[in-house]
């Protein structure tokens, strides 16, 4: 099932969304493809284009572009094409619009394995999650994984908000840095969102941003409380934490029902000691968090869920599963859903 997502991010993040059914087709020692560039395909709209200071926010998007693509590869024979649609908005401070893809989580977690480039992350992250057929998270037989993320993994799904693009990302360029000397940062804003159209995003709390069909995403397989336990239900009262192991907790999520989403880390207020980051669920005024300078979380997670970081790729072995390729079947049907983020502090 193919689905959209809508996030808003603070001033909000979201992501909307629609869902196709996949169909892994799986082999017993098959080669792997040695890394590929992540390539992230940009295309600015006439809001972008036609805005005086198009030169200057052009430039900050690219640099956050180049970011990734130096730093991240895929486990796939040719670079999988990140296609992106930028616009400005006028209200908020981001949001995302990205297609999903409903596939079963043995698949999913094949393709993981195979993509995996035998470092820290993919090892520790592995060792802890099952080979299925069910998701570790609420039992479900399926994942709902973005398309770009699904791509770098060997399945078959291609963009198609707006019938071509991955993701649609806008940007209140009116209240950020560049252009306009506002106080956030255009550059954070810009990571923050390309997070999302790659997978970032939780499907815990079906009150506050609609569950669709109740499967996790990626990011929720590393989602556990304090005391090791895996947690998919939000509550005020109840802490939640990106963990590739349950122990070692390497940032808090949003977890209490304020307006921001559960897939990002919590910042309202900022838990002692954390540093301001670029998934932080609420924006913090005149600081400029990257990724290449936060703590590093984003980047273990975006590791962990089938993403490679450059010059660490590593031959597997010679029983591994390698995807030959994964086609979608049929589309199901198509839904919204909508998850807005108040701006904070």
Known sequence: MILFRCRRWNLPVGRALAVAVAVACLCRGAPAYADSMLTIMPTFDSSITGDPNAASIEAVINNAIGYYQSTFTTKTASPINVSI????????????????????????????????????????????????PFNPVNGSANMIVSSANARALGFNTPGFVNGIYDSNISLNTSITDVPSGGPYSLFTVTEHEIDEALGFGS???????????????????????????????????????????????????????????????????????????????????????????????????????????????????????????????????????????????
């Open 85 to 132: 649609l930028f616009s400005e908005m006028s209200g908020g401070l981001g949001q995302s619009i990205t297609g999903d893809y409903q596939v079963p989580y043995s698949a999913y977690i094949t393709a993981l394995n195979a993509a995996s480039s035998g470092n820290a992350t993919d090892t520790t992250a592995l060792a802890h999650l099952p080979v299925g």
């Open 203 to 345: 499907n815990a709390g079906s009150a506050n941003n609609g569950t669709f069909f109740g499967d996790p995403s990626p990011e929720d397989l590393f989602r556990y409380d304090q005391n090791g336990n895996r947690s998919f239900t939000p509550s005020s009262g109840a802490l939640a934490f990106f963990s590739l192991n349950g122990s070692t907790l390497l940032a808090q999520f949003d977890n209490q029902g304020d307006g921001g989403d559960y897939g990002d880390w919590q910042s309202n207020p900022l838990p002692g000691g954390a540093p301001v980051r670029v998934q932080d669920a609420f924006a913090t005024p005149f600081a400029s968090a990257t990724l290449a300078n936060d703590g590093g979380a984003e980047v273990t997670a975006l590791d962990a869920i089938g993403y490679n970081l450059s010059g660490m790729s590593a031959t597997p072995e010679p029983a591994s599963l390698a995807l030959l390729g994964i086609g979608i079947a049929g589309i199901a049907g198509y839904g919204w859903r909508k998850r807005k983020e108040i701006v904070g502090r």
